[in-house]
């Protein structure tokens, strides 16, 4: 079983990464597709006047500041816009395909953080009434129910907390719970990059292979939101799955392209 994830940032090729996803389904592969929305919840929270704000931790970790309204808003693209945009694709290339958050059924379970710790103007701040977390738990009992019936699986955060409510989480590390928790083969995670730079933008210089027991000295090549992919990555080799390919999702075949070792292989 694969588990693919697609990532929410302009360029990716959404109609190419489907197609590409119907041929393999359809060719009797399992796979999983858990996708993001980064890009364009940016630009309808501009649009509602609810701005994005996005925090640095004291490490380098980058994560957007989720107070109730961004999360209203989240929810709205990531299990509306995108979610049902990637549905109806796939449901018209005759993949049974069904689309679920990671609230439903508690697919995706952990502990709600309700304060970040983050840097502003030099200096340390905590920040209250966030809505994060990360996933600790996944319910494989309803993605096997599904495999197994023939649906394909089409998963967003938010996650849920322990208590219930909604929060969000990093769909790359969602992504590593979901693919250890189900012993998947490999795990894609796919984006509008080649794979892994060493020398971020320059696209010639990609990392082709990363032994898995030496992921996190690679994180120093990766800034901002990338690191939470290496940090993924990490998390998934340990987890026992075999394969992590960093790969580009902005035209062509990009889950076979991944397959065939374009992109960053960790394994
Ligand atoms: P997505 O939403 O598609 O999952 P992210 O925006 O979270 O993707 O992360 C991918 C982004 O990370 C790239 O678009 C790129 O701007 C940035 N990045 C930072 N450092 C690197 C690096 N060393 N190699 C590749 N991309 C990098």
Redo the contacts with the bound molecule.
């Keep these: 079983m694969i588990v693919v994830?697609?990532?929410?940032?302009l360029g990716?090729d959404y109609d190419a990464v489907c197609a590409d996803l119907a041929g393999r389904y359809r060719a009797g592969e399992k796979l999983i597709l858990v996708h993001?929305g980064?890009?364009e919840t940016n630009r309808v929270a501009e649009a509602l006047g609810h701005p994005p704000k996005f925090v640095t931790s004291p490490s380098g970790y980058t994560s957007r500041f989720t107070d109730r309204e961004t999360l209203e808003i989240f929810e709205m693209v990531y299990c509306g816009k995108m979610n049902k945009g990637i549905v109806e694709r796939l449901q018209r290339l005759g993949v049974n395909a069904v689309g679920l958050s990671g609230l439903d059924g508690r697919i995706f379970e952990g502990k709600h953080k309700d304060s970040v710790r983050a840097v502003e103007n030099g200096k340390v701040k905590v920040l209250r009434g966030d809505h994060t977390g990360t996933v600790e738990k996944v319910n494989t009992a309803l993605i096997e129910l599904l495999l197994n019936a023939g649906y394909l699986p089409v998963l967003t955060p938010p996650a849920s907390s322990y208590e219930g409510v909604a929060i969000n989480v990093d769909?790359?590390r969602a992504a590593a719970a979901l693919a250890v928790a189900l012993k998947a083969d490999a795990l894609l995670?796919?984006?509008?990059?080649p794979?892994?730079?060493?020398d971020?933008?320059d696209e010639s210089s990609l990392i082709r292979e990363i032994p898995a027991n030496d992921v996190e000295s690679y994180l120093e090549?990766?800034?901002?939101?990338?690191k939470?992919?290496v940090l993924g990555a990490a998390e998934a080799v340990e987890g026992g799955v075999r394969r992590v390919i960093f790969g580009d999702?902005r035209a062509g075949k990009p889950i076979s392209d991944a397959l065939n070792g374009a992109g960053t292989v960790v394994s």
């Design positions: 994830k697609v990532g929410g940032s990716i993001g980064s890009g769909g790359d995670l796919l984006s509008n990059v794979g892994l730079l060493r971020y933008p090549f990766a800034q901002d939101r990338m939470k992919k999702a």
